[in-house]
């Protein structure tokens, strides 16, 4: 495989999006705390960290209500499918293919999946009425840049308390 076809150089060469995830509380705790999204176990592109581009999109299409993310995603060189996915897909599926991410153009709008935390960076969470940053995926040191002191309202989206 030639050099310009490594996934290194597919991802820093294509492009990046802004884009939106949906998850729970603890979820969302779990990502503060170790500064990765990790993929599921299933979805219409098999295992992996979906995204759609509007934040309100992602109110249809995720399985963990109350907790809006956004990141950048690098998406490297983009697969297609049908609005019916194809749930054989897989990280290695993908690279043996030479791809790196899936786009799924839905009814609902278009979800982008991407199966590495890699990937994604720059994660911050909607916080009263907010993007806040998140976390700092490629920080030297680990650091924890929202420490969670309160119980979460998942009525308005928000945290009780925070302090950073």
Request: glycine share 12%; charged share 15%.
């Amino acid at each position: 495989m030639s050099m310009s076809n490594t996934r290194y150089n597919r991802l820093a060469q294509g492009p990046v999006a802004t884009l939106y995830h949906q998850t729970d509380a603890k979820s969302s705790a779990q990502i503060s705390i170790s500064g990765r999204m990790l993929r599921g176990s299933a979805g219409l592109a098999g295992g992996g960290i979906y995204f759609a581009t509007s934040r309100s999109a992602t109110d249809g299409k995720a399985y963990r209500l109350g907790v809006y993310l956004r990141a950048k995603v690098k998406l490297g060189k983009i697969y297609r499918v049908g609005p019916g996915g194809d749930n054989s897909l897989s990280f290695q599926s993908l690279q043996l293919a030479g791809y790196d991410s899936v786009r799924i153009d839905r009814p609902g709008g278009t979800e982008y999946v991407v199966y590495n935390h890699d990937q994604v960076t720059d994660i911050q969470m909607f916080i009263g009425g907010a993007w806040r940053c998140l976390c700092h995926v490629h920080s030297a040191e680990p650091t924890t840049i929202i420490n969670f002191n309160g119980n979460f309202n998942g009525n308005n989206n928000n945290f009780d308390s925070l302090s950073s």
